[in-house]
């Protein structure tokens, strides 16, 4: 069964440091996400991206969260200076057919200290 | 807007006895995909049962099935004969286009679900 891979599935990072959230998505697949679970709270929309671009967007993806699939496989998640308030859980998803659900990773569980 | 909504914050239920899990959905779109999705302590999210909004049956996959009520927008999850490992955070979810044209996943705030022996 295809998966997608997060890495690194822990990070602790200082506040105003930049961190790059990683993720393998199904390969023949045509749109990402990225959704944040603060604990113990919902799991929130961030991003879409489809075609190399960004479809969507939330409020809290601001102008320092960015996305980018620099080599045609990876999807990077940015978040050039991190506040206390991004720690969360980080997981990147690829739907399929639908009765497949989306395929979610792992997820990347960043705590900044 | 769309929005999902779970009302239980916690539910607990013994060993082998069967556990609805209630989900309402607000949309005013036509096509719409409800999802619902389990996250143990370990806190991966695994998909477990999806229904179409114009599809006509409940879904069921193993011991779990979707009762959707179109009409009353709900689509609780009903898990029979439960078992001490379905203990995990459930979430209800629903799939629709923006207004973008882009598909977006959105979640409701799950419920915690504890399995007594």
């Known amino acids: 069964e295809p998966e997608v891979t997060q890495t690194p599935s822990h990070q602790v990072t200082q506040m105003g440091q930049e961190v790059i959230l990683r993720c393998v998505p199904i390969?023949?697949?045509?749109?990402f996400y990225w959704y944040r679970q603060i604990l113990g709270q919902k799991v929130e929309f961030l991003v879409s991206?489809?075609?190399?671009?960004?479809?969507?967007k939330s409020e809290i993806f601001d102008d320092q969260f960015s996305v980018e699939r620099p080599d045609g496989s990876n999807f990077t998640l940015k978040i050039r200076s991190t506040k206390l308030e991004d720690s969360a859980m980080y997981f990147c998803?690829?739907?399929?057919?639908?009765?497949?659900?989306?395929?979610f990773g792992s997820g990347t569980r960043l705590t900044v200290v | 807007a769309q929005k999902i909504t779970q009302t239980q914050p916690g539910m607990f239920v013994q060993e082998k006895e069967a556990v609805t899990l209630d989900c309402t959905y607000d949309?005013?779109?036509?096509?719409?995909?409800l999802f619902w999705y389990k996250q143990p302590s370990s806190g991966e999210m695994i998909f477990l049962i999806y229904?179409?909004?114009?599809?006509?049956q409940n879904a069921t996959e193993g011991r779990y099935s979707l009762n959707f009520q179109k009409a009353r927008k709900s689509a609780n999850l009903v898990i029979s004969a439960s078992q001490l490992g379905d203990s995990a955070m459930y979430f209800c979810a629903m799939s629709y286009i923006t207004q973008g044209g882009s598909e977006k996943l959105v979640f409701g705030k799950g419920t915690k679900l504890t399995v007594n022996p």
């Open positions: 998803a690829s739907p399929g057919r639908p009765d497949y659900g989306y395929t």
């Open positions: 390969s023949n697949h045509l749109y």
């Open positions: 949309t005013s779109d036509q096509s719409y995909g």
């Open positions: 991206f489809y075609n190399n671009e960004i479809s969507e």
């Open positions: 229904q179409g909004s114009y599809d006509e």
